[in-house]
Structure formats: structure tokens, C-alpha cells
């Protein structure tokens, strides 16, 4: 069956680090994969999106790696700030070319002083 | 508007009870999509919209749920006669185009079934 995880427990990292996500997925051939930030009682926010055929996108302090042999990404936020403290989720964009967004359950990131 | 808006915020029924949402999205996106989102943050696609035109439907509920996107109102989602379950968070998204494009996200509607 397909199935994207993430980190289901909380991220606490220290202020200054690097904080690394992870989603795997199975069963899907996903053309696109986004990264969104949702904070508590709000819609989720979008933060970067990579193609299928592209390894690495960067934007600030925020990075984001795509396995396609692996069926995963890798999220990075460097220098973390308390700021930054949300659930983060992805989500794959489908290759039926409807692009209807599937997500996945996110990962709650807790960035200390 | 250069935000989705979604209306009401916080939604109470009555079990049986009739529930209906509304979304305005960008001015100028083409393209609606309804989302669940209940415990743990599980997302589930609901249905999307080219402008008027129902796109891809394959997430609905058809038996109790409906939705339309008519010209000059907001988009609205419909459950009919609602159940315990349908207690979740109903976000509204839009995007200009097709094909990786962001979508944005509104402030979602809390509906409540007791």
C-alpha cells in the first residue's frame, strides 16, 4: 500500500544546529516534492519544491535533498532558530496530472534557546 | 484577495446536522482544492477545481459530501446530514497553474460534530 512517513515524534534540536527532516514514502512515482511549514491553528505554508530529476534544492537556510532510489527526501533547516519551531510536512505531488498533493503526517520540529 | 480566505472559522453541528464551508480563493488562481485534515495531522484530498469545473473528485465522500465553485461567489463544501467523523479541520487551497505549483493554503474552517 503506499504510505509517506515522517518523524511521527517531536524534533528537539538547540538553537544554532542543524535540524534534519526525513520523509520516505512507498508505492508512488511522484513527479514533485514539496516541503510545507504549518504552525498550530493556521494552513500550512509552503517552503520549497523539487523536481524528480533534480537532487538538491537550496533557499536560504533551508535545503532540500530528493532520493528518487531511495524514496526519500531530506529536509535541512541551518543555524535553527526558535522561530522555526512548527510541524513540518511534505507532501508528493502526483504524476496523474490532477496534482492533487498527498501529504504526509509531519514532523514536529521544537527549536530551544 | 492575495490570501485564500475561508469562512467560518470554527463550525458546531449537531450530529445529522447540515455543515457548509466557503472559500475565496487568490484572485486570479484557477485551481480549488479541499482538504480534511483530522488527528495527527493526516491530510486527505477532498476534491480540486479548475475554475468552475469539478477536476479531479476522487477523494470525495459522494454519499453526504458536495461542492461547487460558481463565478463571482466563493467556493463552498457541503456535508450533508454530518457524522461523528467529519469532526476535522477543512483547509482550502488555490494555485495559479498546474505542475509543481505552490498551492496556498487558507486558515482552514474547525468543524465540531457532537
Known amino acids: 500500500s503506499q504510505k509517506i512517513e515522517q518523524n511521527s515524534e517531536a524534533l528537539n534540536i538547540q538553537e544554532g544546529k542543524t535540524a534534519t527532516l526525513t520523509c520516505n514514502y512507498t508505492?508512488?512515482?511522484?513527479?514533485?516534492l514539496q516541503w510545507y511549514r504549518q504552525d498550530p491553528g493556521r494552513g500550512p505554508v509552503f517552503l520549497l519544491l523539487?523536481?524528480?530529476?533534480?537532487k538538491e534544492k537550496r533557499k536560504e537556510r533551508l535545503k532540500v535533498t530528493f532520493d528518487t532510489t531511495l524514496k526519500q527526501s531530506l529536509f535541512h533547516i541551518t543555524a535553527s532558530q526558535p522561530a522555526d519551531s512548527a510541524t513540518y510536512l511534505c507532501a508528493l505531488g502526483d504524476d496523474t496530472g490532477f496534482q492533487k498533493l498527498v501529504f504526509g503526517t509531519g514532523t514536529r520540529l521544537l527549536v530551544s534557546p | 484577495g492575495e490570501e485564500v480566505a475561508q469562512t467560518p472559522k470554527h463550525l458546531v453541528r449537531g450530529e445529522g446536522q447540515k455543515a457548509k464551508l466557503y472559500c475565496a480563493p487568490i484572485k486570479g488562481h484557477s485551481y480549488v482544492f479541499w482538504y480534511q485534515q483530522v488527528l495527527k495531522n493526516e491530510f486527505k484530498f477532498l476534491i480540486s477545481?479548475?475554475?468552475?469545473?469539478?477536476?479531479?473528485e476522487t477523494g470525495m465522500p459522494k454519499e453526504r459530501f458536495s461542492a461547487k465553485c460558481l463565478p463571482n461567489s466563493p467556493c463552498s463544501l457541503e456535508i450533508q446530514a454530518t457524522k461523528l467523523e467529519d469532526s476535522a479541520v477543512y483547509f482550502c487551497a488555490s494555485s495559479q497553474d498546474l505542475d509543481g505549483e505552490t498551492q496556498y493554503f487558507g486558515p482552514g474552517t474547525r468543524l465540531l460534530v457532537l
Open positions: 523539487i523536481r524528480e530529476n533534480e
Open positions: 508505492n508512488y512515482s511522484p513527479a514533485y
Open positions: 477545481f479548475q475554475n468552475e469545473n469539478v477536476f479531479d
